[in-house]
Structure formats: C-alpha cells, structure tokens
C-alpha cells in the first residue's frame, strides 16, 4: 500500500466533510453575523439520532431522513427562539450563547450514549476501490463525490435562485435588504436549516468509516471554521479551501504522525487568524 496515495485519498474523504461544514458555518454567520461555536454538533446530533433510530428497529435510509429533520429542527430552534430574540445583544454575548449550546449538546449526548465511540453501517458496501497503489471503499468514493457535489451545487443555487439571492443580500447588508422587502428572519432561518443539513449530510457520510464520541462536536466546528477562514468566509472559495485543508491534515499524519495533527491545525488557525488581521490597524477593522 502507497501510504502517500491512501493519505490523498482520506485528504479528499476529509476535505469533502470540511467543505460541507464550513459552507455552512459561512451561511450561518454571513447571515446572522455570529460565529456559531455549536456548528460541529449537527455532526453529533445526527450521529446520535441515527443510532437511536437503528437500536429501535428503523431502516437505515429512514433514520438518516429522521436524523437531518431533527437535526435541522434544532439548529432552526436556536436561531428562532435563543439568537433572533437576542439579535440586539452584543456580537460576543451571542457567540456565548452558542458555546453553551454546544456543551449542552455535549452534557445530553454524554448521559444517552455515554462516552464510548459509536457509528452506523455504510451506506454503500461492496469490494473497496483500488488505484495506485490505495485503498478507498465505496462510502469514501460516495462522500467524495456527494460531498463535493453537494457543496458545488449549494454555492450555485445561492447565485442562481431567489432564495439565494435573498440570503446573499442579508448577508451583504441586512437593513438595506428588508428595505427591498426580503424577510431577514426569515432569510437567516433558511440559512441555519442549509447549515443543519450540510452537518448532517457531513455525518452521514463519514461516520460510516469511523467512531466517534461525544466530544467531536468541537473539532468539527474548528474544522470547518478554518476551511471558512482560509476563504475569507466565501461559500464558493470554502469548497476548494475543504479540499485543502483535508489533504494538508491527511499529510500530516503521513509525514509527522497523528499526535501532531492537533497541534499543526491549531497553529494553521492561528496563522489563519493573524493573516485575516493584518489590515487592522490601531482599533479600525475590516469587514469579514
């Protein structure tokens, strides 16, 4: 086995789940204006919500729909009923809010599952793929090529369709959009139904191949948020900065190991962060 093809191959299964993460990382702060810390729980929702559905006797295919829906209805739920009542509060109290939403999510997966990793069965079984000297199986071939696709086909319709448009405008300028008549509210409970679904897709899709705990849920959200931060917060930009940053981690883990996967991401978001910063100067500051 090549292990710098089979390290290429994670990197596009890794980079495909961080593209759907920050896109919709993007959407919910670009339309909101907060950075929501509780993003990388959808991953654990859905997770969780699938392996109840599966312990009760449920097919696949229909825990997978039941576990997008809930997990949309919640990420909706803390924007309707937590931010939007909020919306006048100061941008770091919000950011708060949503960190302690996701230690809350923490705190119920913990007591229903307990700390043991848990996953689900693949969705696409059958003899895995071998090229150059690699190994991927028919779930990594279907999240490259799902999570990819799904992520193209999101930042095309945001060009494309109304609705779109509508949350391109509330991102751009929220006053001068509801003077065009678009309902902002509105706009930004589309824009956190997207991002539920993006997560849950992500978890669908990956989870098949690993096990995951309860603490995932950050991870996800440092994850994604650094792909958004390479693209300067650009849902189209955040497809390519995913791939990326997937093969650079996968590559790391190659070359150096897996103890310094942590490390090495964090410092790329900290590089990420001073980069981002260097045109503010003396307390100006510049529009993300």
């Known amino acids: ?85 909020r919306g006048h509060w100061p941008i770091g109290a919000l950011i708060l809010i949503t960190l302690g939403a996701a230690f809350l ?21 059958g003899a895995p793929v071998r090229i150059a000297g690699g190994v991927i199986p028919r779930q990594g071939v279907a999240m490259i090529v799902i ?52 997560g849950a897709v992500s978890a669908v899709l990956l989870v098949p191949l690993i096990a995951i705990d309860y603490q995932i849920g950050l991870a996800m959200t440092t994850r994604g948020f650094i792909a958004a931060a390479i693209a300067g917060m650009s849902p189209g930009r955040t497809v390519v900065s995913g791939l990326f940053l997937g093969i650079f981690e996968s590559m790391v883990i190659v070359f150096f190991g897996a103890l310094f996967q942590d490390p090495v991401m964090f410092g790329l978001l900290i590089a990420v962060a001073l980069w981002q910063s260097r045109s503010i100067r003396f307390g100006g500051g510049v529009r993300a």
Not at 16 to 42: K, M, P, W
Not at 45 to 62: D, E, K, N, R, S
Not at 115 to 124: D, G, N, Y
């Open 147 to 198: 999570g990819f696709g799904l992520s193209i086909a999101v930042t095309y319709l945001l060009s494309r369709t109304r609705i779109g448009k509508e949350l391109i405008a509330t991102a751009e300028n929220s006053q001068a959009a509801q003077l065009l008549g678009i309902d902002v509210n509105r706009a930004r409970m589309i824009a956190y139904a997207v991002a539920a679904v993006l």
């Open 1 to 85: 086995m090549n292990p710098y093809v089979q390290g290429l191959f994670s990197g596009l299964m890794n980079g495909a789940t961080y593209a759907l993460l920050g896109i919709g990382l993007v959407l919910a702060f670009r339309t909101s204006r907060v950075l929501n810390l509780a993003h990388g729980e959808t991953f654990v929702v859905a997770t969780v919500a699938i392996v109840f559905m599966l312990q009760l006797g449920a097919p696949l295919w229909a825990a997978i729909a039941v576990a997008i829906l809930l997990t949309g209805l919640l990420y909706c739920a803390l924007q309707r009923f937590t931010l939007q009542p």
């Open 105 to 125: 999510v923490r705190g119920v997966v913990i007591l229903l599952i307990g700390a043991e990793p848990v996953s689900f069965p693949s969705l696409f079984t």
